[in-house]
C-alpha cells in the first residue's frame, strides 16, 4: 500500500482511513547545516520518509512536515550557513499541542 499523505486526501477519503486506523504521524525535523554534504533538511527528509514507511505498512496518516525545531549550536552567525533559527521548546511545545489537538476532532 502506498503512504497516504493528508494533503493528498480527499475527505471522504480520509474520514474512512481515520475510521480504520486512526492515527496520524507528524514528520519533525528541523532545518540546519550537517555538513557541506548534506541537504539542510536532512532531518525532516529522514523523518518523512520513516512516516512514509510506516503509514504504508500501517495504513495510517501522515501528516504535513514541521520543518522547525530546537537547534542550539549550529546558528548562522556562528558559521553554520543555512540553519533556521531555534524556535523556543514552548513554541515548539505549544505548537505540537496545537497541532495535535486540532488532528484529534479529525479522529485520530
Known sequence: MPALYLNHLKPHKLKTVVQKTPLILIPL????????HLPL???????QA???DLSAE????????LTVGICR???????????LETIRNSTLTSL???IGNGYAK???
Open 96 to 98: 505540537l499541542i496545537d
Open 73 to 83: 549550536n549550529l546558528t548562522t552567525d556562528a558559521g553554520y550557513y543555512g540553519t
Open 50 to 52: 520513516i512516516c512514509a
Open 106 to 108: 479529525l479522529g485520530v
Open 58 to 65: 500501517i495504513g495510517c496518516v501522515v501528516a504535513p512536515p
Open 41 to 47: 533538511g536532512v532531518d525532516s527528509l529522514l523523518s
Open 29 to 36: 525535523g528541523t532545518t540546519e547545516w550537517h555538513a557541506d
